[in-house]
């Protein structure tokens, strides 16, 4: 029987625990970082933990099962995760990757790959020819994130997906804004879909984490590689924690995406605001793509207030939201982008990015929505027209 996500998010990873014929409704947390061997000559499935653990492995089962997909595999971060398969590359290859990157990737992909030979073009991926025109021989991977953070800028993923196979190239999609619940990325062609699992997956700010998931074989079998390799796998207090927390996803990041439509509208007809950056409203540049491969519009918003000045005493005012960085959890988190996520990023990178310093972020959590337009139509009073 096919079972619908919502389903799967409750029972994905308990299979494993039913395994040990104990009952347990959750899986055991194994703390154990290596396996007694009964054999000289036979090895039990587990040998040694950073190889495999079975927590981790009843993640991982739920990861793959969540996207629709063969195989998962669990981070320590959702950088970590964003690296694995990049790793995969090798010297002399490139990559495309669109130019609103979340900035952590964007400072892998300058500072760190370029020591390996592995080069990039970054390019504005809402735009498919140029794209294409930046293909060139060596390339390998097209590396996407729609919505991007942090202007929410939407990429066409059967489109860029139709490039890839054209030209032989994977495409990478790294998919934390939008969950696997909403954005079936495996089933429009994706080669590999990355997770922050820090952000809504775990959903209460606690781990850092990060997930993958595939249908490629030989891809699997390199991320594991790398993933056993260079010893990045996600720890197994951090595999039970979002394990448990996954659970609840489906309601929390509905509820969620109800608040942050209403925010929204707020925001868009409040005269101190310029701009307002979120899948949901009609006038969003990208509105049918979005709505044509993904299934809500999300919970993350960003706005743009006259300039620092504004964002600064707007901050300040505001009583309800964490003032942090991150995204995804309970809480309503507010950020600014120019110092928090996109620090990384020179500021040449960022103005050509459409960051500008009266840009804030704001992921709606669960607290109650008229406290927080409440809360934000006090704020802005204390910005000057
Ligand atoms: C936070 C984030 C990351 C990095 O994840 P960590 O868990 O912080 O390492 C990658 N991509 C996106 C879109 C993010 O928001």
Do not use: W
């Not at 494993?16 to 290596?34: C, F, H, M, Q, R």
């Not at 991007?148 to 890839?164: E, F, H, M, Y």
């Amino acid at each position: 029987m096919g079972k619908h996500i919502e389903t799967a998010l409750i029972h994905g990873a308990i299979r494993e625990g039913y395994a040990d014929k104990k009952g347990a409704v959750n899986p055991p947390i194994y703390l154990s970082s290596t396996f007694h061997q009964e054999s000289i000559d036979d090895f039990g499935e587990y040998d040694y933990a950073r190889s495999g653990n079975p927590t981790r492995a009843a993640l991982e089962k739920c990861i793959a099962e969540l996207e629709g997909a063969q195989f998962g595999y669990a981070f320590a971060s959702g950088i970590a995760a964003v690296t694995a398969p990049l790793m995969t590359l090798s010297q002399g290859d490139h990559i495309v990757i669109t130019e609103d990157v979340y900035g952590g990737t964007y400072r892998l992909v300058t500072k760190l790959l370029p020591r390996y030979g592995i080069t990039h073009t970054f390019v504005d991926c809402s735009d498919l020819a140029a794209v294409e025109a930046a293909i060139q021989p060596n390339t390998k991977v097209l590396f996407i994130e729609t919505p991007s953070n942090p202007t929410l800028k939407i990429t066409d993923i059967r489109g860029i997906v139709a490039i890839a196979k054209k030209h032989n190239l994977k495409t990478f999609l790294d998919n934390t804004f939008m969950t696997p619940l909403h954005q079936r990325t495996i089933e429009m062609g994706v080669d590999v879909v990355i997770h922050s699992a820090t952000k809504f997956l775990s959903g209460h700010s606690d781990i850092i984490a990060g997930v993958i998931a595939t249908n490629d074989p030989q891809l699997a079998e390199d991320i594991y590689f790398i993933q056993n390799s260079c010893g990045t796998a996600l720890g197994v207090q951090d595999c039970y924690t979002l394990i448990q927390n996954i659970k609840t996803m489906g309601v929390r990041f509905e509820a969620e995406t109800k608040s942050a439509q209403i925010l929204a509208e707020f925001l868009h007809n409040h005269p101190k605001v310029e701009h307002v950056y979120y899948p949901g409203l009609p006038t969003h540049e990208g509105y049918d793509i979005h709505h044509s491969q993904s299934t809500s519009a999300g919970a993350v918003l960003s706005f743009r207030l006259k300039d620092y000045a504004a964002a600064k005493a707007f901050a300040e005012a505001t009583e309800i939201p964490v003032f942090a960085v991150s995204l995804g959890g309970v809480e309503s988190i507010l950020s600014y982008p120019p110092k928090m996520s996109h620090a990384a990023m020179e500021p040449e990178a960022r103005a050509q990015r459409g960051i500008t310093d009266g840009l804030l972020r704001m992921s709606v959590g669960l607290e109650n929505i008229d406290d927080l337009v409440a809360d934000f139509a006090q704020a802005l009073e204390k910005v000057d027209a």
